[in-house]
């Protein structure tokens, strides 16, 4: 059963494991962080044990990182580049470089053994893995198997959590999405997901890490620097007034704002034990294209007109929902979407805006 991550983390105990479906054996700106009034990182406890979060500089992985570090965490980074703020931000230490083995050996060397492992690193987007499948395969399948077999040598009863996303089950569904659906993914992105979930399973199978997987749909919060949400808020602050969107507006998708998916990953680690889990990381909370662009329309004020193309991208699917049955009790969603769409558009108006046009601003990171 679950320990407390104030418990893992300053004592170096692992949480347990609630009910699941098992198988086989960017960054946010740090003045919006301070903004917040969150800056009991700073007391955590010295006796706490390395966590290592890769992809801690991107999106998610900051904000996982920022959470861990409330809990008592001594949080270990590792990322492609530079993560200015990141100690601030954390209390913690950051590995540039990537996940690759010198910089896993440097943070072995001065921190010790990890008490567990958040593998967020990887591929950024389906398009970009479109463009570029070899690089995508690099970012999101190499460095899974290297910290796997890192782990292997060096801390094999470490529990891991792997991040993956609904990518895998592709566009063929209808309705809420079940954990133990058929995977078909469309995008080389998704086909590296479920590679990512397979190499977890095998070091599960072959060598006893405990490893679950989380299955992610739409992130969005505070720090996004992609997709909908970035790219239509870049065009209102640029002043159009007439706005087309690829698609029909019909597509669904589950919103799942980034600090309730930072709790469902935080929750999930496995106890210690090895079995090998998956995990639907969205909300079941669907919402269309169209209503979630009217949302931000309506939270960022003026007379827009929106309208969408109807041209949509070749294997974007119309459905991607979760059933979250399979979710850990006590997850329920703390952010409705009304409030983290206003609050989207809140950060980006005080913090991307302030940026200088050219060097951060509306550029991802």
């Given at each position: 059963?679950?320990?407390?991550?104030?418990?893992?983390?300053?004592?170096?105990?692992?949480?347990?494991?609630?009910?699941?479906?098992?198988a086989?054996?960017?960054?946010?700106?740090?003045?919006?962080?301070?903004?917040?009034?969150?800056?009991?990182?700073?007391?955590?406890?010295?006796e706490?044990?390395?966590?290592?979060?890769?992809?801690?500089?991107?999106?998610?992985?900051?904000?996982?990182?920022?959470?861990?570090?409330?809990?008592?965490?001594?949080?270990?980074?590792?990322g492609?580049?530079?993560?200015?703020?990141?100690?601030?931000?954390t209390?913690?230490?950051?590995?540039?470089?990537?996940?690759?083995?010198?910089?896993?050996?440097?943070?072995?060397?001065?921190?010790?053994?990890?008490?567990?492992v958040?593998?967020?690193?990887?591929?950024?987007?389906?398009?970009?893995?479109?463009?570029?499948?070899?690089?995508?395969?690099?970012q999101?399948?190499?460095?899974?198997?290297?910290?796997l077999?890192?782990?292997?040598?060096?801390?094999?009863?470490?529990?891991?959590?792997?991040?993956?996303?609904?990518?895998?089950?592709?566009?063929?569904?209808?309705?809420?999405?079940?954990?133990?659906a058929?995977?078909?993914?469309?995008?080389?992105?998704?086909y590296?997901?479920?590679?990512?979930?397979?190499?977890?399973?095998?070091?599960?199978?072959?060598?006893?890490?405990?490893?679950?997987?989380?299955?992610?749909?739409?992130?969005?919060?505070?720090?996004?620097?992609?997709q909908?949400?970035?790219?239509?808020?870049?065009?209102?602050?640029?002043?159009e007034?007439?706005?087309?969107l690829?698609?029909?507006?019909?597509?669904?998708?589950?919103?799942h704002?980034?600090?309730?998916?930072?709790r469902?990953?935080?929750?999930?680690?496995?106890?210690?034990?090895?079995?090998?889990?998956?995990?639907?990381?969205?909300?079941?909370?669907?919402?269309?294209?169209s209503?979630?662009?009217?949302?931000?329309?309506?939270?960022?004020?003026?007379?827009?007109?929106?309208?969408?193309?109807?041209?949509?991208?070749?294997?974007?699917?119309?459905?991607?929902?979760?059933?979250?049955?399979?979710?850990?009790?006590?997850?329920?969603?703390?952010?409705?979407?009304?409030?983290?769409?206003?609050?989207?558009v809140?950060?980006?108006?005080?913090?991307?805006?302030a940026?200088?046009?050219?060097?951060?601003?509306?550029?991802?990171?």
């Open positions: 059963m679950f320990a407390s991550l104030s418990r893992l983390c300053p004592l170096g105990s692992s949480p347990g494991s609630p009910h699941r479906w098992t086989g054996p960017g960054g946010w700106s740090l003045s919006f962080a301070i903004s917040t009034g969150r800056t009991d990182f700073l007391t955590q406890s010295k706490a044990k390395p966590v290592w979060v890769t992809g801690a500089g991107g999106f998610i992985g900051l904000h996982l990182a920022r959470f861990l570090a409330r809990k008592g965490c001594h949080v270990i980074g590792f492609r580049k530079d993560a200015p703020g990141f100690a601030l931000a209390g913690g230490v950051f590995f540039p470089g990537g996940v690759v083995v010198e910089t896993m050996d440097a943070a072995l060397a001065a921190h010790g053994r990890p008490s567990a958040y593998h967020l690193a990887g591929g950024a987007t389906v398009g970009q893995s479109i463009v570029d499948p070899l690089k995508d395969f690099e999101s399948v190499v460095s899974a198997a290297r910290i077999d890192f782990l292997r040598r060096h801390a094999p009863d470490a529990p891991v959590v792997l991040a993956s996303s609904a990518a895998v089950y592709g566009g063929g569904h209808a309705g809420s999405i079940r954990v133990d058929a995977l078909d993914p469309y995008s080389p992105y998704g590296h997901k479920r590679m990512v979930e397979e190499l977890g399973r095998s070091y599960c199978a072959a060598y006893g890490q405990p490893v679950s997987v989380a299955r992610l749909f739409s992130v969005y919060g505070e720090g996004l620097r992609k909908l949400l970035w790219d239509l808020c870049g065009r209102l602050a640029a002043g007034t007439d706005i087309v690829g698609g029909t507006g019909t597509e669904m998708r589950d919103w704002h980034v600090s309730d998916v930072v469902l990953i935080h929750r999930i680690l496995p106890a210690g034990e090895p079995r090998f889990a998956i995990y639907n990381g969205g909300a079941g909370a669907a919402a269309s294209v209503t979630i662009s009217s949302m931000i329309l309506k939270a960022w004020g003026g007379d827009r007109r929106l309208s969408f193309s109807g041209e949509s991208r070749r294997g974007d699917p119309v459905n991607l929902i979760s059933d979250p049955s399979g979710v850990p009790e006590g997850l329920q969603l703390q952010v409705p979407l009304s409030k983290g769409i206003a609050g989207y809140d950060w980006y108006r005080a913090d991307v805006l940026e200088p046009v050219g060097r951060l601003r509306r550029v991802a990171p």
